[in-house]
């Protein structure tokens, strides 16, 4: 990656993931890379940190998942809130070339199979913890974040400075049918009130 | 409640958090109410609608959950930024008059016990779907959604309508420490792209 790629605290990862952003999901397998789009996913734990994802049975990425045991969860940014739909929306079981002709760029972190997305504002590296049952029912996986990191352009210090950033860099928030809402301004309250 | 306290349908209902808001959780049991923050709240399926919140032990509103089986998510607002840090940071084992000493208004529906918090957005009633491993081992609670309401000045015909109403409306994503940021300007992308 680039001079901006800098490691996050496992302790603040949770922060990567709290303010509720969609996310793009990777995972790779026997040589095959994936990444999805995903609403839902959420932190589940501080310390260390844990994170839930759902991985509908049709998405291809969630065999890449069960395969290899890892996933990366990564926080795009308003400037790719058409390849996250894109993403999203097109299987690579109908289009074998599908991250090529969308243009998602791949890079790797040395110790790591599960690829990460370039251009993101951040990415939680995480090992599946196995729920068959969780997983079977309810599409529900967990994962242990093993490593992070972010772009210190906007999150730095263990906060986002969306704040301080170009608005390309704000998280985008889905809701249905191509339309996301981008996070907005900040809300500061006496936290000791 | 009041004129804009509108029904959703229960299909539509997922986007009531797909843009992942900070929630408030409210429960009753033997005649004990709680009102509780939560950023760890996600839908986890669309039809019959489930979704997932982190309950942690410490909480007196889990034992509510517990004791009644049933949990409202509530989607708080900008105005309420202040009320939600503090039901969040403030515990009823601590302060008996904690939300009336917080200003938290309560109503009920016909039907069910769970009370719900005045002046919100959208209110999801959530019966709890047992799990007893989940919710020992990663204090993550799994509810199907039984009955949804919103606020039509906000959201309505199924969609957020953040951008035609007051700034006030809008809702709150927490990251840590009192610092919120309020769901900003919607981003709409190709759908056929």
């Given at each position: 990656m680039h001079s901006h790629f800098q490691p996050v605290d496992l302790k603040k990862a949770y922060r990567l993931l709290n303010h509720g952003p969609t996310v793009l999901v990777s995972a790779s397998h026997d040589g095959v890379d994936n990444v999805m789009a995903a609403a839902w996913a959420c932190a589940l734990?501080?310390?260390p940190p844990k994170v839930t994802v759902v991985l509908d049975k049709i998405a291809r990425t969630r065999q890449l998942v069960e395969g290899s045991g890892y996933f990366v969860i990564q926080v795009p940014t308003a400037a790719q809130a058409q390849l996250t739909h894109q993403v999203g929306t097109r299987s690579l079981f109908d289009q074998p070339d599908k991250l090529a002709s969308i243009g998602v760029q791949l890079a790797r972190v040395e110790g790591y199979t599960a690829p990460l997305v370039q251009g993101c504002s951040a990415w939680l590296m995480c090992r599946v913890i196995d729920e068959p049952h969780n997983q079977h029912t309810y599409d529900l996986f967990i994962g242990e974040v093993v490593a992070a990191w972010a772009d210190?352009?906007?999150?730095r210090d263990g906060h986002w400075a969306y704040e301080n950033a170009?608005?390309?860099?704000r998280s985008l928030h889905y809701v249905a049918g191509g339309h996301f809402y981008a996070i907005g301004e900040a809300v500061v309250v006496d936290s000791q009130g």
């Open positions: 734990d501080f310390d210190d352009r906007v999150f170009d608005p390309q860099w």
